[in-house]
């Protein structure tokens, strides 16, 4: 029986438990068909029969969505992967490569021709197609163009590492449709298009023989003079970034959830090597290094699994959970190939040949850590939209001077401690309070925020820009020469107060050695 949380509704925990059976009998044929180098459309097809296509898809176009949602489509995706690359990719592709963004942003003409198909037509799969042979994590610098001929787009350009590619029937393109230096500011020179098989110029280009995700359908695609109906364009001209950025956080949280998949079989092997692996007289599992790795990879798994579905309920309820999203497809696929080296160490030679799955697990983890957006892209990406997002968890403290102690405290409480200025000038107040806070923190600035709440005064940018012109302090402007942060020169400490107002002893410290 599956591990639910608390959380999960009783159509959920029932999808968890059917998925799991379905996987555990599917083991003979699609080992046999990734030594085959075989899609197993058997497969896919039963899970067509079953509508767990329709997993994301609101009942009204025949789905489940109402019931199973993202967590649903998590579930799937985990159980799913437990067979492998070659099993998960139809699945999963389809979700994030079309499915989620029709669900989502699509209108009603859209989802009504091809919802249905994506969850009955036997072997009508999606993929999405982004990256391009010299555009990878620069998502915005598309090249692939797209240019407006009365009632249709005629689209030109290279898509690359292509989930699907050839055996898809639909594919969710982003091609450029503006030139505007303002649209590109803006990220409104891209569009989203469905693509469809068969259309006049829409062909394969080359398949990948992958180090990885063996057997998994990966290629270059060419679009030569692509005529696509206006109709097919999905969140309206200039709208694709918006696409793309919902189809994103689902596209994440669905590759972190296959990762967990891979994570569980791979503790499960361990276990069994270890237990029948024989060395100096005891099974290999008593020597205390291999119940460390274990312990350490259950320890990944059951975090992993946990964040996956934390965040997989905050879709569910119509989050947006940016940081959360991208920080599983980070937490979980660095902790996947950590777990991957264990169960090889755990397991020693035999792990290294393909008659064990776990080998294919460090080389897959390669290719999680990199698709869907790169680790290092993603991280960049929580560190600058954390504060939007995280909104009071990142709530900055200030700092003030406890006079007392001669000591800087924390402070939350607005207003709280605030220093009693003596000076008359505005720029005199603005030394005053630069002095402090370099009392406060030496080697920091003060930011102009901080300045404008105990100054509660206009006209704050004439006075630091004279104080500059002074020499007496120093300003740090952004891009667009805004003023965002200042400091006091050495001249300008002096001026605002004498030198032993900046001089502070712990109580133990001997005169005789200071100076």
Request: glycine share 10%; aromatic share 12%.
């Amino acid at each position: 029986m599956a591990t639910y949380y608390w959380w999960w509704t009783d159509f959920q925990k029932k999808l968890a438990d059917e998925a799991e059976s379905f996987v555990d009998e599917l083991f003979p044929a699609v080992d046999k068909a990734r030594w085959k180098r075989e899609v197993p459309w058997d497969m896919v097809r039963e899970m067509k029969k079953r509508g767990w296509f329709g997993v994301l898809v609101p009942e009204k176009y025949g789905g489940m969505g109402e019931k199973a949602n993202v967590t649903g489509a998590c579930i799937l995706g985990e159980e799913i992967s437990r067979l492998g690359a070659i099993a998960a990719a139809p699945f999963a592709a389809t979700m994030f490569g079309g499915c989620y963004q029709l669900v989502t942003q699509g209108n009603e003409e859209q989802k009504e021709k091809w919802l249905p198909k994506i969850i009955n037509e036997e072997d009508y799969l999606g993929a999405i197609t982004l990256t391009e042979p010299f555009v990878g994590s620069d998502a915005a610098g598309v090249e692939t163009t797209a240019v407006r001929e009365g009632d249709h787009y005629v689209l030109n350009g290279v898509k690359r590492f292509i989930s699907n590619t050839g055996i898809a029937s639909i594919y969710f393109a982003y091609a450029r449709t503006s030139k505007d230096p303002g649209a590109i500011s803006n990220r409104q020179h891209i569009t989203a298009f469905v693509i469809e098989k068969g259309m006049p110029g829409f062909t394969v280009e080359k398949v990948n023989e992958l180090a990885a995700y063996d057997g998994v359908r990966n290629g270059y695609l060419r679009f030569d003079n692509v005529e696509v109906p206006a109709e097919n364009v999905v969140g309206g001209e200039g709208g694709g970034w918006m696409v793309m950025a919902y189809g994103l956080n689902f596209e994440r949280l669905l590759v972190a959830a296959c990762t967990v998949g891979g994570m569980k079989e791979g503790i499960r092997y361990s276990y069994y090597y270890a237990n029948r692996r024989v060395q100096f007289n005891q099974p290999t599992f008593f020597f205390e290094s291999n119940q460390y790795r274990i312990a350490d990879m259950i320890i990944g798994y059951k975090t992993s699994r946990l964040l996956v579905y934390h965040t997989a309920y905050l879709l569910d309820k119509g989050e947006q959970p940016v940081v959360e999203a991208n920080g599983a497809k980070i937490f979980v696929t660095e902790l996947a190939e950590k777990a991957s080296i264990n169960s090889i160490l755990t397991m020693g030679g035999d792990s290294l040949t393909k008659f064990y799955p776990v080998e294919s697990g460090i080389r897959d983890s390669q290719v999680n850590k990199i698709g869907a957006g790169t680790n290092d892209v993603t991280r960049l990406l929580i560190a600058r939209l954390a504060p939007r997002f995280m909104g009071e968890e990142l709530k900055t403290p200030r700092r003030r001077m406890d006079e007392e102690l001669g000591i800087p405290v924390t402070v939350y409480v607005p207003g709280q401690l605030k220093p009693e200025l003596k000076s008359e000038t505005l720029e005199d107040k603005i030394l005053e309070l630069l002095a402090e806070d370099y009392r406060v923190n030496p080697g920091l600035y003060m930011t102009k925020q901080e300045l404008e709440e105990d100054l509660e005064e206009e006209e704050i940018d004439e006075a630091l820009m004279d104080l500059e012109q002074k020499g007496l302090v120093y300003l740090y402007r952004g891009k667009k020469g805004d003023i965002r942060l200042v400091k006091a020169t050495y001249e300008g400490q002096k001026k605002a107060k004498p030198l032993e107002y900046y001089r502070w002893f712990p109580s133990w410290i001997k005169r005789d050695e200071l100076f």
